[in-house]
């Protein structure tokens, strides 16, 4: 069986930029590890950006969260030094989760990155929703949230979901 890992939008500004997090920063070197992990196995690995355009702030996402990040061709919105792998594919997506996942051939996804509160949630459920038969993880250690508080929370709306939290 085909094992996917999926990097959600661990980005500069989600890290130690515009939105970054103490929590964001401490999760790196785990989200290193499982990388290289799956790289050693020679596994799938794709990566999302978040991606946004100099019109952010009058999106309807922007009028919410007016706080400009993850701007195309910006530091910000490059995926963080040391965790991009060559000849991975990147999905930009321009908000918080990718509708086209069912596109994707996925047979076992395990999913780690930024904010797990946010895009982790909502990739998750759509992977869930679009293929109900294949497991999906997510692991705790390689996830932040905007918060302690909505992290753990978006952890249990997963579990409930049947998605595996590790």
């Known amino acids: 069986m085909k094992k996917t890992l999926i990097v959600v939008d661990m980005q500069n500004d989600f890290i130690d930029m515009a939105l970054g997090t103490k929590e964001a920063v401490a999760i790196v070197p ?3 590890e499982k990388i290289a992990e799956y790289v050693n196995n020679k596994d799938e690995i794709i990566f999302t950006r978040d991606t946004h355009f100099e019109d952010y702030l009058q999106t309807a ?7 400009e990040h993850c701007i195309k061709g910006t530091r910000g919105w490059q995926i963080a030094d040391g965790l991009y792998v060559e000849g991975c594919k990147i999905i930009d997506k321009p908000n918080f989760g990718w509708p086209n996942w069912k596109e994707e051939q996925l047979e076992e996804v ?7 509160d946010i895009c982790v949630v909502s990739n998750a459920l759509i992977i869930k929703a679009a293929f109900p038969d294949i497991p999906v993880k997510v692991d705790s250690s390689c996830c932040a949230g905007v918060t302690v508080e909505s992290h753990e929370a978006a952890l249990k709306v997963m579990q409930m979901c049947q998605v595996e939290v590790v």
């Open 110 to 116: 395990e999913m780690i990155g930024l904010c797990t």
């Open 61 to 67: 996402e922007g009028r919410k969260l007016p706080v």
């Open 30 to 32: 785990k989200v290193k």
